[in-house]
């Protein structure tokens, strides 16, 4: 069955202090988004776009995909304003590849790895939805708008919602398209969008502790030690 991904790397990365884009970034002698492209072309995908900031485009098939030979790169396009238009775009660019499965992936989480790339895809033939994620390991309190706790979820049940997020690209596609005609988007995950426009279930795939995201600069540093 054919699968695709998508890796968006078109943030600007402003908590990370740094007039350069978090994604270019030099982690360990290598543009941050390398890491992730690397994972991708180590998989079982077959294709992938490359979602990047507008103008960006030229610079990353340069300085990325020609310059570490990535194959499976078949397009970058520009994002849009907001992460969900960013994903529509790369979703409206691989319809005519005809993906069976699409995986979504931050471009800022440089730990991902093929295996768990590939434990995704094997989870979504049978399950449709899956999302890489983590138990979480402390007690998470709710709170109101005064800062007073309000409840208390039980932890056993709450996980860290990490990417690649995986689904069956015609479902994807068609929650992504639905969203794209609502007047109103507060959306900030995949599943979520999933999750509106459909009744599948989504299954939870054990991820990694070390796939977090890169946002500041300790969470640089932090990668760097796990890369190491």
Sequence with gaps: MAAAGIVLA?????????DVPKQYMELLGKPLLYYALKA???SDVESVVLVTAEGDEAYCRKELVERFGFTKVVAIVAG????YASVWNGLKCLKEYSPDYVLIHDGARPLVTA???NRLLTETEHYE???????VKDTIQMTDGEGNITL?????????????????FSLAYD????????????????????????????????GSYKNIKVTTPED??????FLK
């Design 152 to 168: 208390t979820p039980k932890r056993d049940s709450l996980w860290i919602a990490q990417t690649p997020q995986s689904f069956r």
């Design 220 to 225: 640089l540093v932090l990668a760097e030690g």
């Design 80 to 83: 849009g304003g907001e992460r």
């Design 129 to 135: 939805a899956c999302v890489a994620g983590m138990p």
């Design 175 to 206: 929650a992504y398209e639905h969203l794209m005609q609502e007047e109103e988007i507060n959306v900030t995950d995949d599943a979520m969008v999933v999750g509106m426009y459909s009744d599948i279930p989504i299954r939870m795939v054990r």
């Design 115 to 117: 295996e768990l790339i």
């Design 40 to 42: 991708f072309e180590d």
């Design 10 to 18: 078109g943030g600007k990365g402003s908590r990370m202090r740094s």
